[in-house]
């Protein structure tokens, strides 16, 4: 047990970089607009906020024998992740009515939004599956930290996305070397990377946690090639079409 928590040790120290990502990548489009963003933006940017810091929090009770407080926590984090998923599901509706305005020019494509309602999608119902299993598995201490882990590679995919195409912002309409898909390109190996360093640093690279995190941030590489398919686009303009306030 005790060499475990030694592997796990410094974890919450880890989790302090994706804090600086979050703050740095939604600047821009959310904390500096906050006062006229919409309630489920809040809902959704409050409870995925929570769940990054008990995600922090969590490692050091763990490894520091306050196994008591962190079973405490872990019911609260219950909660926590359950709002953030249906928060999440709740507003990528907004993906289909941002590209059906063509709202994301010169840099994002129609077909971006529109790709992200699927791809986002499935890191919503990933990052769902890594908190499942870690509760299945909370008598387990090897399976559950691995698990808990993993929700970060999935729940942490929004703000990395925003991160790598940040230089978007500052860019002019002229400028022809970078664009959202140039941005993927970049971003989705970098973070695939990190997160097969991880599954080596813990010895758990063939671990289904890790497998399962690669995929699904693979698939993020896709996001415009999925938006750019016709009848895809008329399905969820279909499915989605009622939960938008706005007309299309």
């Known amino acids: 047990m005790s060499s475990v928590f030694d592997q796990y040790k410094n974890a919450h120290k880890w989790m302090a970089i994706p804090w600086i990502i979050i703050i740095i990548a939604f600047t821009p489009q959310y904390f500096m607009t906050w006062s006229t963003e919409p309630w489920p933006?809040?809902?959704?940017?409050?409870?995925?906020?929570?769940w990054f810091a008990l995600l922090l929090y969590q490692p050091y009770l763990a490894t520091h024998g306050k196994l008591k407080q962190h079973r405490k926590w872990g019911m609260i984090g219950l909660f926590l992740a359950g709002a953030v998923v249906f928060s999440a599901l709740s507003i990528v509706p907004t993906n289909v009515f941002i590209g059906a305005v063509d709202g994301g020019q010169p840099f994002f494509p129609s077909s971006f939004f529109y790709g992200l309602v699927f791809t986002e999608t499935i890191q919503v119902l990933g990052f769902g599956l890594a908190v499942i299993m870690g509760a299945i598995n909370s008598k387990k201490?090897?399976?559950?930290?691995i698990w808990m882990i993993s929700s970060l590679f999935f729940g942490f995919m929004p703000a990395w996305a925003r991160f790598v195409m940040f230089p978007l912002l500052f860019l002019d309409e002229q400028t022809q070397w970078m664009d959202a898909q140039t941005c993927l390109n970049i971003g989705i190996p970098l973070f695939i990377l990190v997160v097969v360093f991880v599954g080596y640093k813990l010895k758990k690279l063939r671990h289904p946690a890790i497998l399962l995190s690669i995929l699904f941030v693979f698939i993020m590489l896709f996001t415009i090639p999925i938006g750019d398919i016709e009848w895809y686009r008329e399905l969820v303009t279909r499915i989605m079409k009622p939960t938008i306030p706005w007309n299309l």
């Open 41 to 50: 933006y809040h809902l959704h940017a409050l409870s995925a906020m929570a």
């Open 141 to 145: 201490s090897d399976e559950h930290a």
